[in-house]
């Protein structure tokens, strides 16, 4: 079993940044492939960002892709989401993630982080 804690939540203006930490539970953390995932006000979940098992391998979707960047520290049992030149369509609950591949529903969620982008 997994536990997933995000941080670093908050308001932004437009054009900000903010980093996003996930604290996951369990001596299995380095086997994940760890990720986030966003919802909108009125809007599916959608997925943001994945990093395999060992941090060599990371994939985005277009929208945040060269101002979004998810790391790991395995060490620490930590996964982040470093987000720059935020928009206000960034505006959602972010979703710490854990165990799926791309296309497939995670194992593991967080309880989410509240992320506002005010213009």
């Known amino acids: 079993q997994v536990q997933l804690v995000e941080s670093g939540g908050g308001l932004v203006q437009a054009g900000g940044s903010l980093r996003l930490s996930c604290a996951a539970s369990g001596r299995t953390f380095s086997s994940y492939a760890m990720g986030w995932f966003r919802q909108a006000p009125r809007k599916e979940r959608e997925f943001v960002a994945r990093?395999?098992?060992?941090?060599?391998?990371?994939y985005y979707t277009d929208s945040v892709k060269g101002r979004f960047t998810i790391s790991r520290d395995n060490a620490k049992n930590t996964v982040y989401l470093q987000m720059n030149r935020l928009k206000s369509e960034d505006t959602a609950v972010y979703y710490c993630?854990?165990?799926?591949?791309?296309?497939?529903?995670?194992?593991?969620w967080g309880q989410g982080t509240q992320v506002t982008v005010s213009s």
């Open positions: 993630a854990a165990d799926f591949a791309l296309g497939s529903p995670p194992r593991y």
């Open positions: 990093i395999s098992w060992s941090g060599g391998n990371t």
